[in-house]
């Protein structure tokens, strides 16, 4: 079964607006989760690493005022797409290490598709 | 910046062959790593790879992490409808590094 779950699965919003989406790791705690971003027929693009407990680590390019990070408890991190516009349209998908698990190698979440109107 | 190529880009094939593609990297990976991904879904770990030279099997499905720890390959024998989606290979430095992807294979089966 799933070792990461997001939420939503998919969002709709309108231009302008906040956008908020969680990833959990269920029956482990992940001190590191890392956040990616996928457009359409592209591979997957590291955006940040989120830190518990501390400040996100942003990637060459990803603006961090945009996109917010939150690693509040070691089981959560969210992404938060502030004041999103169509151009941010796109599929995010978190991953985290699982301690147990094929040595710390990180499982994905189903992703979440978001389209900015 | 660190860098991963995938070939071929894409492939269609008919269902019972043999399916191999390969992965090179412009840096070392301590870590190499086999994903598939399904549409609208997020990548599943197929296969990880620890050391050089290390050959695994995941049923019908069988990966190599180069000598040089700068490719590896994978082979999928006997190909069904199920496998098709895209293959992603990826590169870890270390344990709780980032995941470094390459820009898939996307497989196509033919029944």
């Known amino acids: 079964g799933a070792v990461v779950s997001q939420h939503p699965s998919w969002v709709i919003c309108k231009s302008g607006t906040s956008v908020k989406i969680e990833c959990r790791s269920l029956d482990f705690q992940a001190t590191t989760m890392f956040w990616y971003r996928q457009f359409p027929k592209q591979s997957l693009m590291l955006m940040a690493t989120?830190?518990?407990?501390?400040?996100?680590?942003?990637e060459q390019g990803v603006e961090k005022d945009k996109f917010l990070i939150n690693h509040a408890s070691l089981t959560l991190s969210t992404l938060t797409v502030t004041s999103a516009h169509p151009e941010d349209s796109s599929f995010y998908i978190c991953?985290?290490?699982?301690?147990?698990?094929?040595?710390?190698?990180?499982?994905f979440g189903a992703g979440t598709r978001l389209s900015v109107l | 910046g660190q860098q991963l190529n995938q070939s071929p880009q894409s492939m269609f094939i008919q269902e019972g062959e043999d399916v191999s593609m390969n992965c090179t990297s412009s840096s070392i990976f301590n870590t190499w790593l086999w994903y598939k991904q399904d549409p609208g879904e997020g990548p599943v770990l197929l296969i990880a790879l620890y050391k050089a030279g290390e050959l695994t099997s995941n049923g019908r499905l069988t990966a190599q992490f180069g000598i040089t720890r700068k490719d590896s390959f994978l082979n999928i024998s006997a190909s069904i409808p199920s496998d098709v989606g895209i293959y992603f290979c990826a590169g870890m430095k270390t344990s709780y590094d980032k995941v470094i992807f390459g820009p898939g294979t996307s497989l196509s089966v033919i029944p």
């Open positions: 991953s985290a290490p699982h301690p147990q698990l094929a040595k710390n190698i990180q499982y």
């Open positions: 989120s830190n518990e407990g501390s400040k996100a680590t942003y």
